[in-house]
């Protein structure tokens, strides 16, 4: 018996837990002061009222013989399927309910969509990146490259022609800096893609938040049928992070070696997995009504517009960054040219503000700092105020 | 960009397919007829009471941000690894709730588990089998060899000291045949698998229909906790098909090539898995409750007095089967040497009743039928009775 050796080629990322113990001591010190904490990933408001009674009559279906539901389909049940196409023809994509798979999170679809594809693929990954994509593919040992994002190119890494990718995954708005691709930006991508027979895994997980018109899928590129998978999640869009559900939009037309990736990827669910549950489901496709998408729109209003006041501050301040707008997260420069963790321990001491050092996202954050707009209002007002006040 | 080319290994199973056209094919050709599904295997019982109870209380945990509850902990909440860890007290087993991961379902982990182990690892499963173990491990690229179960062995294929297998999928009581393991049986495959290193993967998915002091758990056998990881599944044990619930125990002191199982499989989930939904959760824990118990026990019985309503008239035929005891599955030969299809038409044309052909499980299911107890009582009766006619 050989354990799967590819797993000591993971790097330990103790990037939260040095945050939450560098605070914790902080804390301990400092018993007096109040921390705000800007690092928060994760949504905070609740979920919209008419999501939450889709899903407990969901629980109530269970109950009664009559409206039970046993095992369901590996794809998730056409209604959800077909509100998800609904909402991306919402915002003008064309997208078929049969070429949508229903999961229980992009997270999991990120990290078991390799299942179909050669472990001798090259994999590119835009640096700094989402953790999940390169630990995913180490572990089925594969060669991961990275495409620096930098000032130089306002995050938003573009392909080299000399270098040779087959998967790649891109994430746009960018977790974790904010940054939102072009039209054409995307079309470079689609367009490297198609000329080297690469597949593009587009993670639009934070769309919701695009506000600028740049494009909330990658299936509005003109050409990404043939080279791109879609994976989205309603963690961010409907605050679902807790409830669990997401999706993975593989076009019908999509192949590679003689073989439809729509079916690789359906046989690999019907064999690893079992759908989503039915309450979810009910709630899923309830975000995607009419009453549901104003619902959510509340909430995204709120964590944007915290987003703003947050990057309004950096303005005010004169610092670089980049998101803030089309995306929760705001990714800054260091002042002065701190290093990451360095602007960590200034602005704990000093302000008693928590955020995230870029540089726990890759090689390419070192100097960066990435704040969030999940605090409540009054929380992130407070929290602006302090750091106005220590760097003007 | 290369396909994963494993796929092509795996061989397209059409017998649900094949047995829902017959079917229907029957149905439009004798309308009059009132057919009679025993071949269902999924539950069809609603859940619980209290659990449903429990799962709205989730529910309405989401609509209010002081109870709201954004990404859970991937190896799911300690009350609800502590409830499961309580059950297995009940019936002497000792599992400690930090060995516990709670999933969406045993078959995610099934199908999962091996992402921990070397792609070259030989995985032995016995014949007939749950088709999860072996296409998973085909997409792999893993070699798989077959223990054959049948009449000799009464359906429980014991190891073969001169076969080397590294990967050990067990089913006990088993899908399809659901034959259960003796405590010495279990002795001897972890005797074995301690001997050759090998790991035991031992889905435990119908433990809840044991009656007859069988283990119900492969930890009740001295020696496992040094070479298995158990599966089980709320599916069957509390009618969860459809809710999606599992969990997979690990013990902390399990190691391979001097690595720590669970803190593998941890560090797999962590990375492509995002938890399980905060109402399900909820659910899952009730399941195992005081009342919780109570009430499934209800559903459970029901199922067994199926069962056995079918095994009985097996019985008085003199037809030799396996299960209809420990389990929700009858295992019949075919009687006067039909093959399976041959006698899945004859029960059709002559009794307007389905079944499911063995063969369609593996080679050493040919000239066997699966019955199952999870139609009504009413239709199990009329559907018995009418075996009983047709073949006395």
Redesign the interface.
């Known amino acids: 018996?050989?354990?799967?050796?590819n797993?000591d080629n993971?790097v330990p990322n103790y990037l939260f837990a040095d945050v939450a113990r560098k605070t914790n001591e902080f804390a301990a010190a400092h018993p007096e002061k109040e921390i705000i904490r800007l690092g928060i990933g994760?949504?905070?408001?609740?979920?919209a009222?008419i999501v939450?009674a889709a899903?407990?009559k969901g629980?109530?279906d269970?109950?009664?013989?009559e409206t039970?539901?046993?095992?369901?389909e590996y794809e998730g049940y056409d209604f959800v399927r077909e509100a998800i196409a609904g909402y991306y023809g919402s915002f003008g994509v064309t997208v078929h309910a049969d070429e949508i798979f229903v999961s229980?999170?992009a997270?999991?679809d990120?990290?078991?969509l390799p299942?179909?594809?050669?472990?001798?693929?090259t994999v590119l990954v835009t640096d700094p990146v989402y953790?999940?994509y390169v630990?995913?593919n180490l572990?089925a040992g594969r060669n991961i490259i990275y495409a620096p994002s930098c000032k130089e190119n306002n995050f938003l890494a573009m392909p080299d022609e000399n270098v040779k990718a087959?998967?790649i995954y891109l994430c746009s708005p960018n977790n974790p800096t904010g940054a939102a691709y072009s039209a054409d930006q995307l079309a470079v991508w689609v367009d490297y893609a198609l000329k080297?027979?690469?597949?593009l895994l587009y993670d639009a997980a934070y769309e919701a938040f695009i506000e600028d018109g740049s494009p909330r899928s990658i299936f509005a590129v003109d050409g990404a049928r043939q080279c791109a998978i879609e994976l989205c999640s309603l963690s961010k869009t409907a605050?679902f992070?807790?409830?669990?559900c997401g999706y993975t939009v593989i076009p019908k037309e999509l192949k590679?070696?003689g073989?439809s990736?729509h079916e690789?990827w359906y046989?690999?669910q019907a064999?690893?997995?079992?759908?989503?549950?039915?309450?979810?489901q009910c709630a899923a496709a309830e975000v995607f009504g009419r009453e549901g998408l104003q619902q959510i729109r509340e909430n995204l209003e709120y964590y944007k517009q915290n987003a703003k006041i947050i990057s309004d501050a950096l303005d005010e301040l004169g610092i670089y960054y980049t998101g803030g707008k089309n995306s929760p997260y705001i990714w800054m420069e260091c002042p002065g040219g701190m290093g990451s963790w360095e602007f960590f321990d200034y602005l704990l001491q000093n302000a008693a503000v928590v955020g995230t050092p870029g540089e726990g996202f890759g090689k390419s954050g070192k100097g960066f700092f990435r704040l969030t707009s999940f605090n409540s209002r009054e929380k992130t007002l407070e929290a602006v105020g302090r750091i106005k006040n220590l760097l003007k």
């Open positions: 018996m050989k354990i799967n050796r797993f993971l994760d949504v905070t408001l609740p979920l009222p939450v899903m407990k629980c109530e269970l109950l009664h013989k039970f539901k046993g095992y369901p229980d999170g997270k999991s990120c990290g078991n299942d179909i594809f050669a472990q001798d693929n953790p999940v630990d995913a572990m087959d998967i080297n027979d690469a597949i605050g992070t807790g409830t669990r590679r070696d073989h990736l690789l046989r690999r064999t690893k997995f079992n759908g989503v549950s039915w309450p979810v």
